[in-house]
T-cell receptor
């Protein structure tokens, strides 16, 4: 089946620094990718829709300048958490829409801890 | 407003017992509904979607538009079914997946 890979799987960074998480569709081209955030024992909250070659569409309440999303190619979207704070610590998950059957595949997630 | 509700945070059953994970939705239009499963330490994966009307790993789900429900059922639970189950709705206008809060299914031996 289709594979979506995230990197890194986990990262620890200091407050005030920026950290980038990559999301790749390994065996298909994805014009649309999605970024979610999941707090412990809670559901996935959609942060933004990443569109190849255009600006991301952010959900209400998500700071565009804090969570920078770039979808520069059909197989790569990146999420950069800028000026990270401890409250940004979370599990970030990306997904990509396949070009067939409208199926969405998920990455394995990335744990971010800001200290 | 588009919304997915899973009323049970935890469902514990014994092996061999029937399982029903509840899901209700709110959507103006014709929804596309999904069940996703997340096994321990694994990524979220698609279990089934209503338009396929298929049975995966013994699970089935029927869309009931009158009751706005899409409950997930399995006649005989297995220990390996223990996982987190998420019901999701895809908005036709935006093609975004909206998730419920999830139900943790624990199948006891």
């Amino acid at each position: 089946g289709a594979v979506v890979s995230q990197h890194p799987s986990w990262v620890i960074c200091k407050s005030g620094t920026s950290v980038k998480i990559e999301c790749r569709s390994l065996d298909f081209q994805a014009t649309t990718m999605f970024w979610y955030r999941q707090f412990p024992k809670q559901s996935l909250m959609l942060m933004a829709t990443s569109n190849e070659g255009s600006k991301a569409t952010y959900e209400q309440g998500v700071e565009k300048d804090k969570f920078l999303i770039n979808h520069a190619s059909l197989t790569l979207s990146t999420l950069t958490v800028t000026s990270a704070h401890p409250e940004d610590s979370s599990f970030y998950i990306c997904s990509a829409r396949s070009p067939w059957g409208n199926t969405i595949y998920f990455g394995e997630g990335s744990w971010l801890t800001v200290v | 407003a588009q919304r997915v509700t899973q009323p049970e945070k935890l469902l514990s059953v014994f092996k061999g017992a029937p399982v029903e994970l509840k899901c209700n939705y709110s959507y103006s239009g014709s929804p596309e509904l999904f069940w996703y499963v997340q096994y321990s330490r694994q990524r979220l994966q698609l279990l089934l979607r209503h338009i396929s009307r298929e049975s995966i790993k013994g699970f089935t789900a029927d869309l009931n538009k009158g009751e706005t429900s899409f409950h997930l059922k399995k006649p005989f639970a297995q220990e390996e079914d223990s996982a987190m189950y998420y019901c999701a709705l895809m908005s036709g206008a935006t093609n975004k997946l909206i998730f419920g809060t999830g139900t943790l299914l624990a199948v006891q031996p």
